[in-house]
């Protein structure tokens, strides 16, 4: 009997951690989460970081376990939100960091406080009817990320894909396929295009309509950051992209805008995020930290909170 | 018939821009935003920078249409409200950006932005029965302006007046006549004298208390930043005044508090306003970004929210 | 008759004014003002620096009289709320800038701004049941050192106990001992082992339970920078300290929670202040700025808001 029970439990936990992963694309969706995984699995072998894929596994597990410590709302842990943004930080961290025993220990701290700090920041702006989206992942990796550049047993790795003066953009159909795959992947820090086709499946799965628009935002911020003559490497790792991604699905998929309206209000959020990220970009560049998700954050709370006054 | 209510609509609309253009400095007053309009052609042409007046004019007008768009009050339409932040993207994109089609391409979506952002600021600072003031300006240029520096098809313009190590500052009365003009027609990001006198007598049509203020801003801006050594050049060039004016008439101008107090507060937040503008030149000086107006923004909230709790 | 009234006045003011020194580490209690003023004095005389002892009690003396000026709530002013982040105010002015006449009238004039801050934080943060710690202070004092870099009159000093790369850190008991004080004292910006024991009594006379959260909050704090390889110039100074030890009080002091589940928050709280002091001393690295008492703000609002939403 106690061994049905604790096997039960092991399996909601497990369907939990999935779920977490999937709601990082706002998929509450156990199987888009495993789909989810294998693309970050596949990129981090592919591109020689599995640590990255280990992270975000154990990122996922550690949130989910301190939601329930804390004694937080269940609903929420079955749903995935205590888990989600500790899979963002269990991806940016062996990203980021190097792969020491101190930057697990980072890894799991930082991913352990990550169900309180959304709880503060969902009061927070639960006064605005709009909540923390992935922001507590964002803040709790910079502060790691800003900190290991003043603790040296930390050690900063060369970020891969990292923002150069680049030369002319590869303009092949194939080129640009594999750039704008990239934007979705990067969603989990992965630059990979096999993933990005995965994570199309996973949210597919989940909704027909977040996979369009996650599709569009990427096309969409990969056309304008052209355009605009963004830098062309981080074109190419789909850098410009995955905050729009995000953006897209965040602002497109809201149930009551419908129509044309919603698809331009879309459109135009999508187009926004990509000049904030090239905003950010420049403003982080001299302490050398990433934006994270931060532009989808700032530009999605901006498109969203109109639309929460009743306007 | 139909004739005539389209020309009606026409006149309407543009005296909605024009209210708008009256806003920038609180006066609800096509009238004042006429003379303000002139005053801006007069300094843009007068300094070799024609676009900057085309540019508050087109701002301006995209703001107020993408407010009727969107649907939004038209009573606030029609006070202006949906346009200033507009007016002000217009007058800032052609100063501090090469004047090509990618430029004008970024007032329009960036200015045509204004009303929603504006909305939503407003929605966030009603809880405590403040506004977003020109914030909505603030942070869309900066976007702009950041994004400028990863963007290689839009170019930043070498600032003018911009603050570099100056020599002594001419103490004539002469002078100081002109950096005091120059620091009230700063408010639209103009260097001239005559677009000063100009503005004054814009505000003096919708309230003579409000010129008043604006004087008495620029003054003890100007006093105060060459009492603490502030930077010549930006002196002369009125960049220490503009904040403190837009405080001195938000602050000074409240309705409720009269007598010596009310005049003591606004000076003490005039004062204020200066140091908030001294330390934002430097945190800027990594990116050589202007503060724009958030100086202004920063000290009134301060020194309005101890009212506004009823305090 | 009038004599006797002036005199309480009298008495009254400086009991404000130290239970306003006491505040700065949460101690509603003159006697335990007195006793941190000492250690001030003495940290500022030893350390020779006798200004920053001077500067504490006109800080402190001219926020308390402003708060009264400015009509507030007296209760407020007899519990010490009106004078603390003068106080700060006061020790931080004459610590980073030069002793100059423009130096002592900034310190006046941001220290008599301190309870119009603070009334128009707390305002602003009462929405969730926080409030404003010591922000005013450390915003005040932010905007006085950025703008002292733009203004020649007012000079910056080189930093004492600046965050340099240090060499290996100095691990006998005494030197340890010395660090764990000293990461007490810097609380007052005082770097005096003396002043660490001085104000760990002065905590007793208040809350004994205060007293132990501080000694274990800059161990705590001494423990993980040295695991994490901070500075150790900086470690040595206490300047990784005194913010966790802030922390320490508030998050591991409060009423409602009791019992281990208590402690385990508290010495979390403290630990990620670490991290947030090394992030926050790398932000602020291009401008030479210091992080004052920031990340323990920032660290405290984290921990106190879900405790706040009632979770």
Redesign the interface.
């Known amino acids: 009997m106690s061994q049905i029970v604790q096997r039960n439990s092991v399996i909601i936990a497990i369907k939990a951690v999935m779920t977490g992963v999937g709601q990082v694309m706002f998929q509450r969706n156990a199987i888009s989460g495993i789909l989810f995984l294998s693309g970050i699995f596949c990129g981090a072998y592919g591109g020689g970081f599995p640590q990255v894929g280990w992270g975000a596994l154990v990122g996922g597990a550690v949130a989910t376990l301190a939601g329930l410590v804390?004694?937080?709302d269940r609903n929420e842990g079955r749903a995935g939100l205590w888990g989600f943004n500790g899979v963002l930080v269990g991806c940016a961290m062996p990203t980021f960091l190097a792969d020491t025993w101190?930057m697990w220990l980072?890894l799991i701290?930082f991913a352990g406080?990550s169900p309180?700090?959304k709880?503060?920041?969902d009061?927070?702006l639960a006064?605005?009817k709009i909540n923390s989206l992935t922001f507590p992942f964002v803040s709790l990796t910079?502060?790691?990320?800003?900190?290991s550049?003043?603790?040296?047993?930390?050690a900063s790795v060369p970020v891969c894909g990292e923002?150069v003066a680049g030369g002319d953009i590869d303009m092949s159909i194939t080129s640009l396929l594999v750039y704008w795959l990239n934007g979705i992947s990067q969603v989990f820090l992965v630059n990979s295009w096999i993933a990005g086709i995965l994570f199309i499946a996973a949210l597919a799965v989940g909704s027909l309509k977040a996979a369009f628009w996650a599709m569009a935002g990427s096309a969409v911020a990969l056309g304008v950051?052209i355009?605009?003559?963004?830098?062309s490497q981080g074109i190419a790792d789909g850098l410009y992209g995955f905050s729009p991604v995000l953006t897209a699905i965040a602002v497109g998929c809201i149930g009551s805008r419908t129509g044309i309206r919603s698809v331009i209000m879309g459109l135009?959020a999508v187009?926004?995020t990509v000049?904030?990220q090239?905003?950010?970009?420049?403003?982080l560049t001299?302490?050398g930290i990433p934006t994270l998700t931060a532009p989808f954050c700032i530009t999605a709370?901006?498109?969203l909170?109109?639309h929460?006054?009743g306007?």
Chains 1, 2, 3 share one sequence.
Request: proline share 4%; aromatic share 20%.
């Open positions: 804390m004694g937080y101190q980072l701290f406080l309180l700090v709880s503060g920041m009061y927070v006064q605005w910079w502060i790691a990320l800003f900190a550049r003043d603790m040296a047993a930390v923002i950051s355009l605009f003559g963004a830098d135009t187009v926004a000049f904030v090239a905003g950010m970009n420049v403003l001299p302490w709370w901006l498109f909170l109109p929460c006054s306007k």
